[in-house]
């Protein structure tokens, strides 16, 4: 017999979406994630931001990937995408070893990532007919179906770009990257500015749909877990929501 009970107990570790508009504070409430962090870095923003945690006494450990600018999105060269193949390779076996290894796993963006293994595996950004997503959508779905299977945090940033209505732009923001993002998480997350203090918003919790809408004060990945662990017990959620 396969079946198993279904355990009573969630895992005491969160995969999470940061999804928006640049500056707002993306990287920094990441890197509050806890213990020992590696970051897979495709944005190059943890210039201005690291240093403060560093100096603190965190352990953060990135890898840098720097890919081939493209010119032309509709023709991409074949030696464009050999590198980018080469270079998504690597980043999926760094990310492996992340979750193996380290509390903290922060990938710096996730839109980049979900660019690169498009360009990786399908050789272009347009054009691409629905049929073709499938095998990709499943290779980059096992970013989430392996931090599921980690003890290791996931945070995901994410940048946000205009949203169009029949080609026409809304004037609001969406999330960019992969589309299934939001259903893969167990949390997401929007971040913003007032004034010159970054403001965390959680979208939606899986955990506790209690949450949805609440600011995170102070806006850490501490406070967070604080938040979303105290699920069961009432009492303990409204203080820690305080």
Known sequence: MNFKPASAQPKKRLIVSIEGPEK???THFALTGGGKTAVLNLDHGLEGVAPKFVSNGRDIQEVEYWLPDIVDPAKI???IVTAYRSIWNRYFADYKEALANFDTVVLDTGDEA????RIARLGKLTQVM????????AEFRQIFNLAKQSNANLLINHRMND????????????????????YEVQ???RSSKKGSDFQIQIIDCRHDPGLDGTMIEPPTFERLQQMVFT????????EATK
Do not use: C, H, I
């Open 77 to 79: 060269k074949d030696d």
């Open 163 to 182: 949203e169009y209505v029949n080609d026409k732009p809304t004037g609001r923001l969406k999330r960019a990257g992969f589309r299934n993002t939001a």
């Open 231 to 238: 699920n069961n017990n009432s009492t303990a959620r409204k």
């Open 24 to 26: 707002t504070g993306k």
């Open 187 to 189: 949390v997401n997350l």
């Open 114 to 117: 979900w660019e690169m293994v």
């Open 130 to 137: 629905p049929n073709q997503y499938g095998p990709v959508n």
